[in-house]
């Protein structure tokens, strides 16, 4: 069973514009959520990661946004920059205290464009 | 630092036979968490070990089994291999932080498993 999508399996975003990854859930028992990237042959590298107390957390040039009542998170990344290229995974855990059984999406495949 | 590293890089077995995976954690993680990534897919969790032990296990059958050692490297072994069982296969390490959060989860490159 899916309960982490990422509906666009890729984005074409222009150097310097803002990007949107989108993320939706249905088990409501996630309460802890992350982005990961993932360049070829590598394994996925942790981005950002976001409590559900909160509904904002932002690191330099990317910002992660959580919408409990609809099941829905974000990453928005701004400026986007060529390096940022790359497959985006949203995943979500029951608990920070507890990072077994990490639910993951499809992933989302961003580029930009210089 | 060394990271997470896994071997070997690239794997090609027939169905029936088996498998066996190795992961090193990255220094001073404790944790080691196994994941399957079919193409097209997110990764999806088969198992965890802490402590010499599986902590908790996904949705994946018996014939997938792990160990940990005592220096924390850890084996994914897959028996009766079936021509699913084609995937990239990550390796995850973490530790546990006092107050008993697990900081983010670091991966390795992962081992790329053909069955024909």
């Known amino acids: 069973d899916q309960q982490v999508k990422q509906n666009s399996p890729s984005l074409s975003v222009q150097e310097g514009r803002i990007s949107i990854l989108n993320c939706d859930y249905t088990n409501s028992m996630f309460d802890y959520f992350l982005w990961y990237k993932k360049y070829p042959a590598e394994g996925p590298t942790f981005l950002i990661s976001?409590?559900?107390?909160?509904d904002k957390n932002e690191d330099g040039r990317f910002t992660v946004f959580l919408n409990k009542s609809a099941k829905h998170l974000s990453l928005h990344i701004v400026p986007s920059q060529p390096g940022d290229s790359a497959v985006y995974f949203c995943?979500?855990?029951?608990?920070?205290?507890?990072?077994?059984?990490?639910?993951f999406g499809a992933g989302t495949r961003l580029t930009v464009k210089p | 630092d060394a990271g997470v590293t896994q071997s070997p890089t690239h794997l090609i077995k027939t169905r029936g036979q088996q498998v066996t995976l190795r992961c090193s954690p990255k220094?001073?993680?404790?944790?080691v968490s196994w994941y399957q990534q079919a193409l097209g897919q997110g990764p999806q969790f088969i198992f965890q070990y802490y402590e010499e032990e599986e902590r908790q296990r996904g949705n994946f059958p018996d014939r997938f089994s792990g160990h940990q050692f005592p220096n924390y490297s850890s084996e994914l072994n897959v028996n009766a291999l079936l021509l699913g069982d084609s995937a990239l296969y990550l390796c995850?390490?973490?530790?546990?932080?006092?107050?008993?959060?697990?900081?983010?989860?670091?991966f390795g490159p992962g081992t790329r498993l053909t069955v024909l």
């Open positions: 220094s001073g993680h404790d944790t």
């Open positions: 995850a390490s973490s530790f546990i932080l006092s107050g008993g959060a697990h900081n983010e989860q670091f």
């Open positions: 976001i409590s559900s107390i909160k």
């Open positions: 995943a979500a855990s029951p608990s920070l205290y507890n990072n077994n059984d990490m639910r």
